[in-house]
């Protein structure tokens, strides 16, 4: 089952990563515009077309299709990698720190 955790929210647009039994497959950044709703896909390398379309059908049934007003057109783009990791300027509590954030110098 693919599941959304947000990571982050603006009055126009989400971020979520997305899980599927309980491992991250990708992230999903969507921006809102009228009733037309943008996404930013992300997913693993190895991602086969079949895969691509399950991850946009879900985002669209669990989160996009939820939201007010009820959108016009969805449109996404998809890029297929590997994680890189987290970059971020602020520091780390040595708790909070994983082995995926890395300063920015």
Not at 12 to 26: A, C, K, L, Q
Not at 38 to 43: K, Q, S
Not at 58 to 85: C, I
């Amino acid at each position: 089952m693919i599941t959304f955790e947000r990571e982050c929210r603006t009055p126009h647009s989400e971020s979520y990563t997305i899980f599927e039994d309980g491992s991250i497959v990708g992230r999903v950044d969507l921006h809102y515009q009228g009733t037309n709703v943008y996404a930013t896909l992300c997913t693993t390398a190895d991602a086969n077309e079949e895969r691509i379309q399950q991850l946009i059908d879900a985002t669209d049934e669990q989160l996009v299709m939820t939201a007010d007003p009820y959108r016009e057109d969805f449109v996404v783009t998809v890029w297929r990698g590997s994680p890189a990791g987290v970059y971020s300027d602020n520091e780390l509590d040595d708790e909070e720190e994983d082995d995926d954030t890395f300063r920015l110098n």
